[in-house]
């Protein structure tokens, strides 16, 4: 069998051995690859769509989805966020990896911001999962983290609320730590459903003199 990462790197010793013994499978088709975390290349293809999304906020220039929210990468998504499953970023990692030329490029001097959690949930799970997709991603582009928002309200699942419950439940959410004067800024989030969340995020930052916004979403259900 073919796939997407083959050759990119060699696999160690230990890596071999490992596979031999459990062999690391695409987390959508679970046909047999090379490099734990690797989809294979058939799915690889079907799953990326990068698009650009309306924006419906004064606050966002541009909304970038690099794959739909659906079969591999929901589940993806839903075992990185809620079964804890760490190690599965690596999938979502390849995903930005394998199609970034299609992911625009971004003004220079943009710094990133991740859409942040609360404190209660970064204990709970031990990490953001938006960091986690990301970091690799945003240094391979050069692109800095501000870290300039911080969660000061301990909200609800967006998913569980109607679009009007959304729009309640996060606003007054976010507060602006950092210095965002003047910067573009890269908000990175793990799924855009009514986007209420980044919208709140941009309008924060636009309060606090952030300049042009760009949003860019592993996946989203629009
Ligand atoms: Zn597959």
């Not at 690889?44 to 929210?69: C, E, G, H, N």
């Not at 804890?84 to 999938?91: L, Q, Y």
């Amino acid at each position: 069998m073919k796939q997407a990462a083959a050759g990119k790197f060699p696999l160690s010793l230990i890596e071999s051995l490992l596979n031999l013994l459990f062999p690391p499978k695409c987390p959508v088709c679970k046909a047999i690859v090379e490099h734990k975390g690797d989809f294979c290349e058939n799915c690889l293809k079907k799953l990326s769509k990068v698009r650009f999304l309306k924006t419906m906020s004064k606050d966002v220039r541009q909304i970038v989805s690099v794959a739909p929210y659906e079969g591999g990468v929901r589940e993806l998504i839903i075992d990185i966020k809620f079964n804890k499953r760490k190690e599965k970023a690596s999938s979502a990692r390849n995903l930005l990896n394998e199609y970034d030329s299609a992911i625009p490029a971004y003004p220079k001097g943009i710094q990133a911001v991740y859409v942040p959690i609360s404190k209660k949930r970064l204990r709970e799970r031990g990490f953001n999962q938006v960091e986690l997709i990301f970091k690799d991603w945003l240094k391979m582009r050069n692109i800095e983290v501000l870290g300039a928002l911080v969660r000061i309200k301990d909200t609800k699942p967006q998913f569980k609320l109607s679009p009007k419950e959304r729009k309640a439940n996060i606003d007054g959410a976010f507060e602006v730590l950092g210095d965002a004067r003047g910067k573009d800024i890269l908000l990175l989030d793990d799924i855009f459903t009514t986007g209420a969340t980044v919208y709140e995020c941009a309008k924060t930052l636009k309060e606090h003199g952030a300049n042009d916004i760009f949003v860019l979403t592993l996946s989203s259900n629009k």
